[in-house]
């Protein structure tokens, strides 16, 4: 039998949870600014649209009832928090579970570089029976191999990483090592950065469990001086997402 992986899209909006439906994947990482921040928080408004939305899509068995997952960021930067953003997070990722979240996406790191567990502990307990991913704070950290144990006893149930890399198929060899190690775990590795469907079998070659990407592209409409100069917005590209599911498809992984 071949082996399923999940297809995971970063979506900004619910007609992008929409299309994640419709192609078959299996969750969608729900956040907003994603081109310009790498991601932040959406709203509450906009998590409660996009849970109805995946809500009324009809599911199969080749695309089950879309998940979403809300990522838990309150600025840019990086990944080491004060107590007052941690405050934030834990309000954040309560809306989220409140409006119907499925999981969500989040990590906080120590000053020293290495998971921040004692932070990691609350933000977990605050979500709950939610899934919580750790994101792709995982790839500034020295010896990720080793953090996957402080993350599967915390109870996270998973990791999105490139291997450390500006683009996954730069971080394959890394990629294995962490999917090796996982294994003893219980914890998924799912790749993602500049994922394309082109580097999709390698990325199955190394035996990752979900694959993400953002599947985006930009809509020009300039917004004046005062709304962003001519920087436009994003959307989930129909044809990007659907290309990437059937690269899911076809490679058949042993």
């Known amino acids: 039998m071949p082996q399923r992986v999940a297809l995971e899209l970063a979506v900004q909006d619910p007609a992008g949870a929409v299309i994640a439906a419709e192609v078959g994947a299996r969750r969608v990482e729900l956040c907003s600014a994603l081109g310009a921040t790498g991601g932040i928080t959406p709203s509450a408004a906009l998590i409660e649209a996009v849970v109805n939305a995946a809500a009324v899509v009809p599911s199969s068995a080749d695309a089950p009832i879309l998940g979403v997952h809300v990522l838990v960021r309150p600025r840019p930067g990086g990944f080491v928090y004060s107590s007052a953003e941690i405050d934030l997070m834990l309000r954040e990722i309560a809306l989220s579970v409140d409006a119907g979240a499925d999981g969500v996406v989040l990590g906080a790191l120590t000053a020293s570089g290495v998971v921040d567990e004692a932070r990691m502990r609350d933000l977990v307990d605050a979500a709950d029976v939610a899934e919580v991913t750790f994101h792709r704070a995982i790839d500034v950290i ?13 109870g996270v149930a998973r990791v999105l990483t490139s291997g450390g890399a500006a683009r996954v198929r730069d971080g394959l060899e890394r990629l294995a090592a962490l999917v090796e190690h996982s294994a003893e775990l219980g914890i998924e590795i799912m790749a993602g950065g500049g994922v394309t469907a082109a580097d999709i079998p390698a990325l199955l070659g ?16 300039a917004g004046g001086p005062g709304g962003g100069a001519d920087s436009g917005y994003e959307v989930t590209d129909r044809t990007l997402a659907k290309a990437a599911a059937e690269a899911l498809s076809i490679t058949v992984v042993p």
Do not use: F
């Open 142 to 154: 020295a010896d990720p191999v080793a953090a996957l144990d402080t993350l599967a006893e915390l």
């Open 206 to 221: 190394v035996g990752v469990d979900a694959v993400h990407l953002s599947a985006k592209r930009s809509v020009a409409d």
